[in-house]
């Protein structure tokens, strides 16, 4: 368990708006991860709940916090409480689903996010593992399932060719940068996506140096 975990700070929890670190924190969390994969706020949104999501989310204020992290906002927030209103306001059709049965990736707190807009339909797979701390266990997108093996940070690379192994400029910038403990490539219709199972945290710098070195980068 203690390898899910990349600092104390993780087991602690972040600085956020109450009232629960896993459900509400590791909520927002699992949101704003939604947020980047989507590259922005989805016109529609279906948020589906197992386990303890779906038996405890309204009165942890898991819902509120899904919403906060689609919009972009950050677990201390003073306006992640109003969320779902400020979602409403702004056109962003958001709803929860409460499933029964076991989690599809094996963990009682897991929200699954169906996102789409006229263009693209995108779904994250997410649990909240305590401390605000998530994992991302699957994502759909292009008509391929990623399946990340550990915690974040990931890294998804998606170009419309296939390159030589010494061929692709994103893995020899994290090799020197950001070292990673797995790298796959998923071949769909239209692109390649490659996927990069970081071993520590990257840093605001250099995540911002990477989306500028890079197009199609997404880094979660």
Same mark, same amino acid.
């Given at each position: 368990?203690?390898?899910?975990?990349?600092?104390?700070?993780?087991?602690?929890?972040?600085?956020?708006?109450?009232?629960?670190? *896993?459900?509400?924190? =590791? @909520?927002?969390? %699992?949101?704003?991860?939604?947020?980047?994969?989507? &590259?922005?706020? $989805?016109?529609?949104?279906?948020?589906?709940?197992?386990?303890?999501?779906?038996?405890?989310?309204?009165?942890?204020?898991?819902?509120?916090?899904?919403?906060?992290?689609?919009?972009?906002?950050?677990?201390?927030?003073?306006?992640?409480?109003?969320?779902?209103?400020?979602?409403?306001?702004?056109?962003?059709?958001?709803?929860?689903?409460?499933?029964?049965?076991?989690?599809?990736?094996?963990?009682?707190?897991?929200?699954?996010?169906?996102?789409?807009?006229?263009?693209?339909?995108?779904?994250?797979?997410?649990? *909240?593992?305590?401390? =605000? @701390?998530?994992? %991302?266990?699957?994502?759909?997108?292009?008509?391929? &399932?990623?399946? $990340?093996?550990?915690?974040?940070?990931?890294?998804?690379?998606?170009?419309?060719?296939?390159?030589?192994?010494?061929?692709?400029?994103?893995?020899?910038?994290?090799?020197?940068?950001?070292?990673?403990?797995?790298?796959?490539?998923?071949?769909?219709?239209?692109?390649?996506?490659?996927?990069?199972?970081?071993?520590?945290?990257?840093?605001?710098?250099?995540?911002?140096?990477?989306?500028?070195?890079?197009?199609?980068?997404?880094?979660?």
């Amino acid at each position: 368990m203690a390898g899910n975990y990349r600092s104390v700070f993780d087991i602690i929890g972040p600085v956020m708006i109450g009232p629960s670190s *896993s459900h509400t924190a =590791g @909520a927002v969390a %699992i949101g704003q991860e939604g947020n980047k994969l989507f &590259n922005g706020v $989805p016109k529609k949104v279906t948020v589906h709940y197992y386990g303890s999501f779906a038996q405890t989310h309204r009165g942890h204020g898991t819902d509120y916090a899904i919403a906060a992290g689609i919009l972009g906002f950050d677990t201390d927030d003073k306006r992640v409480p109003k969320a779902p209103e400020i979602a409403k306001q702004q056109g962003i059709d958001i709803r929860f689903v409460e499933e029964d049965g076991p989690s599809p990736i094996n963990h009682p707190n897991t929200a699954i996010l169906d996102m789409s807009d006229d263009n693209k339909y995108i779904q994250l797979s997410g649990c *909240s593992i305590g401390g =605000g @701390a998530i994992e %991302i266990r699957n994502i759909k997108m292009y008509g391929s &399932n990623i399946k $990340p093996e550990g915690p974040l940070p990931i890294v998804l690379y998606i170009d419309k060719q296939k390159r030589h192994e010494n061929g692709i400029p994103v893995t020899s910038f994290l090799e020197k940068n950001a070292p990673f403990s797995v790298k796959k490539v998923y071949e769909t219709a239209s692109y390649f996506i490659y996927e990069y199972d970081i071993k520590n945290y990257i840093q605001d710098s250099l995540v911002k140096e990477l989306t500028q070195k890079f197009k199609s980068i997404i880094c979660l």
